[in-house]
C-alpha cells in the first residue's frame, strides 16, 4: 500500500499569509495522479488541484501544487477566511489503487 | 451541471448488510468510473471501491470481502452493499465521480449521507 503521510498535522496561520502544506508518499506517484482536496465542516471534499499541479475548474490561482516522485506539496500564496480548512492529499494507482493522506487541518492562528 | 446524491437507511444494526444508493443528475452515468468513499466520525477518507459503467469493479483490499458495488445504467444509479457490519463502519458515506485514464482524481462528490451501526 502507498502510504500519503501530510505533514503538518495542523498548521496555524493567519490571512494574508503563506501556507504551505506536505504530502509525502511511501512509494513514488507518477504526477499525472496525484490530487489534493479542501473540506470545511459539514461538507464533502473538493477537487482542488490534479496531475499534481493543474488546479481544477473555479478554484483560485492562488492554490499551486507542485512536487514530483515521493513529495508533493500544496501552496496556497495569501490565505483567504474561507480557505481555512482541511486539505487531503490522494494518490492513484498500485494496489489499492486509492489512497489518501490523512489530512492537514489549516486553521486560523 | 451533473449532480450526485446518496440515499439509504441511516441506521443499520450490527451484523446486517449496510445498502445505499447513488443517483447521478443531469448526465449519464455512462463513461466514467464510479466510486464510494467513507468519512468516520472526526477522521479521514478511505476509498471504498470504484465500478466503471461497464460493470467492472474494483475495491479496496481492505473491504474487498464486504463489499459489493453494482451500477444500473437505464436508471443512473450505482449501488453499495456493505454486509456483516460492526460500529467501526459509522461513518459519512460518499459517492463520487472518479476520472480514471491519465487522471485519477475525484471531480464530483456527493452531500454524503450518514450511517450509524448500532443496535
Known amino acids: 500500500e502507498n502510504v500519503l503521510t501530510q505533514s503538518p498535522g495542523t498548521l496555524s496561520l493567519s490571512p494574508g499569509e503563506r501556507a504551505t502544506l506536505s504530502c509525502r508518499a511511501s512509494q513514488s506517484v507518477s504526477s499525472s495522479y496525484l490530487a489534493w482536496y479542501q473540506q470545511k465542516a459539514g461538507q464533502a471534499p473538493r477537487l482542488l488541484i490534479y496531475?499534481?499541479?493543474s488546479r481544477a475548474t473555479g478554484i483560485p490561482d492562488r492554490f499551486s501544487g507542485s512536487g514530483s516522485g515521493t513529495d508533493f506539496t500544496l501552496t496556497i500564496s495569501r490565505l483567504e477566511p474561507e480557505d481555512f480548512a482541511v486539505y487531503y492529499c490522494q494518490q492513484y494507482g498500485g494496489s489499492p489503487p486509492i489512497t489518501f493522506g490523512q489530512g492537514t487541518r489549516l486553521e486560523t492562528k | 451541471q451533473v449532480q450526485l446524491q446518496e440515499s439509504g437507511p441511516g441506521l443499520v444494526k450490527p451484523s446486517e448488510t449496510l445498502s445505499l444508493t447513488c443517483t447521478v443528475s443531469g448526465g449519464s452515468i455512462s463513461s466514467y468510473h464510479w466510486s464510494w468513499i467513507r468519512q468516520p466520525p472526526g477522521k479521514g477518507l478511505e476509498w471504498i471501491g470504484y465500478i466503471y459503467y461497464r460493470g467492472t469493479t474494483n475495491y479496496n483490499p481492505s473491504l474487498k470481502s464486504r463489499v459489493t458495488i453494482s451500477i444500473d445504467t437505464p436508471k443512473n444509479q450505482f449501488s453499495l452493499k456493505l454486509n456483516s457490519v460492526t460500529a467501526a463502519d459509522t461513518a459519512m458515506y460518499y459517492c463520487?465521480?472518479?476520472?480514471?485514464?491519465?487522471?485519477?482524481?475525484?471531480?464530483?462528490w456527493g452531500r454524503g449521507t450518514l450511517v450509524t451501526v448500532s443496535s
Open positions: 496531475g499534481a499541479s
Open positions: 463520487a465521480r472518479f476520472a480514471a485514464y491519465g487522471a485519477g482524481y475525484f471531480d464530483l
